[in-house]
């Protein structure tokens, strides 16, 4: 059975870092894309990052392009999102997801991120 | 970047009815379409991929079709369990874009 669990999410102050995890399991991992989608509290889906099966190509969008980073490290089938320079838009739910049938197909159940003073 | 114009944005429905949810992209995307499920509080399901296939567990009242760059998801003789926020997805091109939502409610 596939297995996504975010975590790292929290309360953290404008211009400050924090870091997701997202750790998967029941599938091979190494050999499927990556990806990190938000949700605002009650907005709609946001697409943040991807990352290929290898972590040799990455995509952004241009809000977060230059603060967040997406990494994996395949030997511990973990996804990362490094997250700098935080500002209170990026308050928001944040899912990690796999490709599958679709190219994001499985969604783990989500990590709350609260930017604010 | 690519829009996906999605409408409506809520709808009741009954029953009995056909329920047709579309989303109009802003240029081709060669059927790069997902259509997802979330309800409160949960994540998202994936419902349809590939524009017209169904994913593994969904029922067969879920279905996808196209027209132009007007995709179109149809849930036939809905459940009451079947209410909740319906998105689109475009994959063709990043930054991948969801549709604004639709919020679904059965009477």
């Known amino acids: 059975e596939v297995q996504l669990v975010e975590s790292g999410g929290g309360l953290v102050q404008p211009g400050r870092s924090l870091k997701l995890s997202c750790a998967a399991s029941?599938?091979?991992?190494?050999?499927?894309?990556m990806h990190w989608i938000r949700q605002a509290p009650t907005k709609g889906l946001e697409w943040v990052a991807s990352?290929?099966?290898?972590?040799?190509?990455?995509y952004y969008r241009d809000s977060v392009k230059g603060r967040f980073t997406i990494s994996r490290d395949n030997a511990k089938s973990t996804l990362y999102l490094q997250m700098d320079s935080l500002r209170s838009e990026d308050t928001a739910t944040y899912y990690c997801a796999t490709t599958g049938s679709s190219l994001i197909d499985f969604w783990g159940p989500g990590t709350m991120v609260t930017v604010s003073s | 970047d690519i829009q996906m114009t999605q409408s409506p944005a809520s709808l009741s429905a009954s029953l009995e009815e056909i329920v047709t949810i579309t989303c109009k992209a802003s240029q081709g995307i060669d059927d790069y379409l997902s259509w997802y499920q979330q309800k409160p509080g949960k994540s998202p399901q994936l419902l349809i991929y590939?524009?017209?296939s169904l994913a593994d567990g969904v029922p067969s009242r879920f279905s996808g079709s196209r027209s132009g760059t007007q995709y179109s998801l149809k849930i036939s003789r809905p459940q009451v369990d079947d209410s909740g926020i319906y998105y689109c997805l475009q994959s063709y091109s990043t930054p991948y874009t969801f549709g604004a939502g639709t919020k679904l409610e059965l009477k």
């Open positions: 029941g599938f091979t991992f190494s050999n499927y894309g």
């Open positions: 590939d524009a017209t």
């Open positions: 990352i290929s099966p290898s972590g040799g190509s990455t």
